[in-house]
């Protein structure tokens, strides 16, 4: 009798489930298809394309426009500027946020409530809107010799820097202050008692702790430090000084009869984020949610 | 360029999350602290206030100043530079690719809160059930956003080149005309849109699927004993109690619609029907032409618009973590 029942109900439920697995399939086709495109353009020859056009069965497949993008492109070159500013960039990020952070959920003022939210606000505000005046000042502040070879900020590698960790700073303090809250306070009272000063009771008790938090957000960093074209397309005059982003919008002019090869090259610029997702996937996820789920 | 990230942080939503922080404030609980940690704590907040004040309000402020002037970048500013409200004047009246760039951006974000942003919602719906594979599909809507925009750019521009993708499949069976996605000025808005809320979506799906995570699942359960069908569950019951994210998500919607620059400066550097709020002010500022005074007027626009989001944001912040 209840089985009777419950046939209709459970058949309309799997019809339900079919359907939707064929938006979901559809829609991931979809998502793939742009990147598979790419994949199959950057792994024919120019000279097939050509004749054929790029909408026709290959007569070969082949890596070589990967090889003659990295070399003539001089890829590794550019990979090297990105990994010279998004490394510091990222730990002096977390190393900063870290600290603001800890002094804020440490001792409670008015004044903290205005801190956190001129943190944050910094980090949602359009960089566009700064960009003038700080063109101004990048030309303006002298720098000593060895972290600037022309004297200023603008068109070096420190001045890239800054800005990211100044940038990333609100959204990290935003998060680290949020997880911080979640440890039980007594650790910090304990420490006190037991006589160790401020900055012990950081390194020591607090930010291993933390350990966690800084792994998701350092990954998320990396990615957002990474991906970044806006400041070093602005801030960084000299082509060859520029990361891997903003040196594929130079690679344009160089190949902008070789479209295959320009692909290949797009994808080469992608694979470091894709292979961080891949392997540190929770880590990404949890980074972005994590102010989200209070830690 | 500063990601699509703006904040993945929310206060959690409903029931589950509710008065967070209030560390109990006993009164007096600093005399503990030596001087030394009195000025350790200071420089451990000193430094990167001092930094942001510096490198991110300073320059705010000074564009709000420098867009009554007419300053040009060059040498000192005095009291001959000062212009009143002429580049405001200027910009309304007679600038004409500002009407334009500004109607790009309400379509932005019109394309986005309307079509973007929901699909994320859906999807993220969709996946929260037990279905399998709902983590396969998870991975491939968010592979997107982990991609540079410069590398969005160059993968779209295959899709829509004359002899890419598109035009190759609407050229088998018919002689049609080529479409030009990107060349049209009346059409490539819209190619960059799709490209733009192909990543989009996926960013709205992460953030709103973690947020359905921490609703209470017993909700779920007394909606479902009370005869709710599962559309039911999500409008009256979810989506409520969801408010807190769903704030979050209109505000990196507005903020992603308000920032969104890279993709029109890759594709013909924000000109020929691709023209931003933001590709106004680093095309009169900084690449071809120095007026600095005139393009600040255009930032102080972007910046009022942007207020509104932000305050938003923070009163939602102030509110969890105020008391």
Known sequence: MTTIAALPKRRRIKRGRIALHAFLITMSLIWIFPLVWAFFTAMRPLSDTIVHGYWSWPQTLNFQNFIDGWNNANLGYYYLNTLIVTVPAVLITLFLASLVAFALTRVRSRINLFLLMMFTAGNLLPPQVIIVPLYTIYNAIPIAKPFSDNGRLYDQYIGIILIHIVFQLGFCVFVLSNYMRTLPKELNEAALVDGASIFRTYRSIILPLCTPALAALGTLEFTFIYNDFFWALLLMFTGSKRPITAALNDLRGQFFTNENILAAAALMVAIPTIVVYIALQRQFIRGLTLGSTKG | ?323
Not at chain 2, 165 to 170: A, G, K, P
Request: a neutral charge.
């Open chain 2, 1 to 323: 360029m500063p990601d699509p990230q703006v904040l993945g942080s929310a206060p959690a939503p409903g029931p589950t999350g509710a008065g967070v922080v209030t560390s109990g404030g006993r009164k007096g609980r600093y005399s503990i602290l030596t001087r030394r940690d009195k000025i350790a704590l200071g420089l451990m907040v000193g430094i990167p206030t001092a930094l942001t004040t510096f490198f991110i309000w300073l320059p705010t402020f000074a564009s709000i100043l420098l867009s009554f002037t007419d300053y040009q970048g060059i040498g000192g500013i005095t009291a001959k530079n000062v212009v009143g409200l002429k580049n405001y004047i200027f910009l309304f009246t007679e600038y004409t690719l500002f009407w334009p760039a500004l109607i790009h951006n309400v379509l932005w974000l019109a394309f986005f809160i309307l079509i973007a942003t929901p699909l994320g919602i859906l999807l993220a719906v969709l996946l929260d059930r037990e279905i399998r594979g709902s983590r396969f599909y998870q991975n491939v809507f968010y592979f997107p956003v982990v991609l540079s925009l410069a590398v969005v750019g160059f993968i779209w521009e295959l899709q829509y080149a004359p002899d890419g993708f598109i035009d190759s499949v609407l050229h088998l069976n018919t002689q049609a005309n080529t479409i030009d996605f990107l060349g049209n000025r009346s059409l490539n808005i819209w190619a960059v849109l799709v490209a733009a809320s192909w990543r989009h979506i996926g960013y709205i799906m992460v953030l709103y699927l973690a947020g359905l995570k921490s609703v209470d699942p017993t909700l779920r359960e007394a909606s479902a004993i009370d005869g709710a069908s599962e559309r039911q569950t999500f409008l009256r019951v979810i989506f409520p109690v969801m408010a807190p994210i769903n704030v979050i998500i209109v505000v990196v919607t507005v903020i992603e619609s308000l920032r969104a620059f890279d993709l029109a400066f890759i594709i013909n550097q924000g000109t020929n029907g691709l023209e931003l709020l933001s590709t106004l002010i680093t095309n009169n500022s900084i690449s071809e032409a120095s007026l600095v005074g005139f393009g600040s007027s255009i930032a102080v626009v972007l910046l009022v618009i942007s207020l509104i989001p932000i305050i938003l944001y923070l009163s939602r912040v102030m509110r969890s973590t105020g008391e």
